[in-house]
């Protein structure tokens, strides 16, 4: 399909979306009284959570795909930032206040999202050495990332900062298999996929759909494989529903357009909000903990999300600024 620089606008309204959720999640699994935590509603709930990290993953990949499609475009800025996205994400879980402690060390190689983020852009940037090639070689990475999830749980290099990537065992919170395989879907669908809301969206929406409705006839039921293919069908379908919807919310939806062009800025403030800032002598996470209702954990969430919101809001003026005074 033919190339575009242009920006997606519903792709920053599908991140926009995303960093909703996030934020949302994260506020219910960290504040929502634990009796509720444990009832069938919540982990009904906790299915539509765990779509909110494979979504970033494909818009990232999509994203890539979608700048270098009509030329190449150099890899060292690319390589650059996400070599950045790579260091906030271990600094984010560097214990600053224990770091002589013996665990120290093993805390500060927890891989999270931004880690898999970043590796799996750097697969993308390897993937368009190929040329024309690149699905190809983008497919290739998919079925090994994807096929050997369940092998990959069991293997062990004895050296933490590479363990911490390839499973859970170690404590990490994402790993390599089978993550980066959204990000490389992401980078595929575009080659079957332009954005717009035309046959070839109704073609992914199907794809989508039998991905995510078929699991009663899976040959791996409740497998690693099914894990990814589930989660990577409601993903699709949710990308060519945002894609067909966008140009129909108008700017209303202004303030998710800025979440979606800020997502790094709110993951990073609002992860700091709960975890690090101590209010008082404690974080939130252990000031108020798992103790409140729903309309309380409703509220801390709008307020998270309006604090991070600023903070993005911020961190685009300055960039604007920073612009405008070079040219």
Not at 61 to 67: D, L, P, T
Request: proline letters at 6%.
């Amino acid at each position: 399909m033919p190339g575009s620089s242009k920006r997606l606008l519903w792709l920053d309204l599908f991140r926009g979306l995303a960093v909703l959720g996030m934020v949302w999640t994260h506020s219910a699994n960290t504040f929502l009284e634990a009796g509720l935590q444990k009832t069938a509603w919540y982990r009904e709930m906790s299915y539509y959570h765990g779509l909110i990290a494979p979504a970033f993953f494909w818009i990232a990949g999509y994203v890539r795909a979608h700048i270098t499609a009509g030329a190449p475009k150099p890899a060292l800025p690319a390589l650059r930032r996400l070599l950045m996205v790579l260091l906030i994400g271990y600094l984010m879980y560097v214990p600053w206040n224990d770091l002589f402690h013996a665990q120290a060390w093993r805390a500060a190689c927890t891989v999270n999202v931004l880690h898999c983020l970043a590796i799996s852009g750097m697969l993308m940037l390897l993937a368009e050495r190929f040329g024309r090639w690149r699905p190809v070689a983008a497919a290739f990475l998919l079925l090994f990332f994807v096929g050997l999830q369940t092998s990959a749980e069991h293997w062990h290099t004895g050296l933490l900062v590479i363990d911490q990537y390839l499973n859970r065992s170690q404590g990490s919170l994402f790993a390599l298999f089978p993550w980066v395989g959204f990000g490389l879907a992401g980078f595929l669908t575009r080659s079957l996929w332009s954005g717009r809301p035309d046959r070839h969206a109704v073609l992914v929406f199907a794809m989508g759909a039998l991905l995510a409705f078929a699991q009663p006839w899976s040959p791996w039921p409740g497998g690693a494989p099914e894990f990814f293919l589930e989660r990577l069908g409601w993903v699709l379908m949710a990308a060519v529903v945002v894609a067909c919807v966008a140009e129909c919310v108008g700017p209303a939806t202004g303030w998710l357009h800025l979440a979606g062009r800020e997502s790094l800025t709110l993951y990073v403030v609002h992860l700091l909000l709960i975890h690090a800032v101590p209010l008082p002598r404690q974080p939130l996470q252990f000031l108020i903990g798992p103790t409140q209702p729903m309309s309380v954990v409703f509220g801390i969430f709008v307020l998270l999300f309006v604090l991070s919101l600023a903070a993005g809001w911020g961190n685009e003026r300055r960039k604007m600024r920073a612009k405008s005074s070079r040219a």
